[in-house]
């Protein structure tokens, strides 16, 4: 059962200037979606909970490990201006 739609005023409710090819062409898709959407919803249903993914999602945390720092002089060598042991950056505010 095709889905009756009037496209030029979606197209109007969107602000969309359309040519009557564009009408043509987009509606005839919307009607597709539409179509769609009808045949998904008529699917049973009944007994299954509603979900936001399809598969379950789960966390993957690691061990919290403690690890040896970074060395902060080596980094400032790296920098190309540094003042009492951090970076020096151009001033964005006046």
Same mark, same amino acid.
């Given at each position: 059962?095709? #889905?009756?739609?009037?496209? !030029?005023? #979606?197209?109007?409710?969107?602000?969309?200037?359309? $040519?009557?090819?564009?009408?043509? $062409?987009?509606?005839?898709?919307?009607? =597709?979606?539409? /179509?769609?959407? /009808?045949? #998904?919803?008529?699917?049973?249903?009944?007994? #299954?909970?509603? $979900?936001?993914?399809?598969?379950?999602? !789960?966390?993957?945390?690691?061990?919290?490990?403690?690890?040896?720092?970074?060395?902060?002089?080596?980094?400032?060598?790296?920098?190309? =201006?540094?003042?009492?042991?951090?970076?020096?950056?151009?001033?964005?505010?006046?």
């Amino acid at each position: 059962m095709p #889905v009756e739609i009037d496209i !030029v005023k #979606v197209a109007a409710l969107a602000r969309l200037a359309l $040519t009557e090819e564009e009408l043509d $062409t987009f509606g005839s898709q919307l009607g =597709d979606i539409l /179509e769609h959407a /009808e045949r #998904v919803q008529a699917l049973p249903t009944d007994g #299954v909970p509603p $979900t936001s993914h399809p598969l379950p999602m !789960v966390n993957a945390f690691r061990e919290d490990v403690t690890a040896e720092c970074l060395d902060r002089e080596s980094f400032l060598r790296s920098a190309p =201006d540094t003042a009492g042991g951090q970076f020096r950056v151009p001033r964005i505010l006046a």
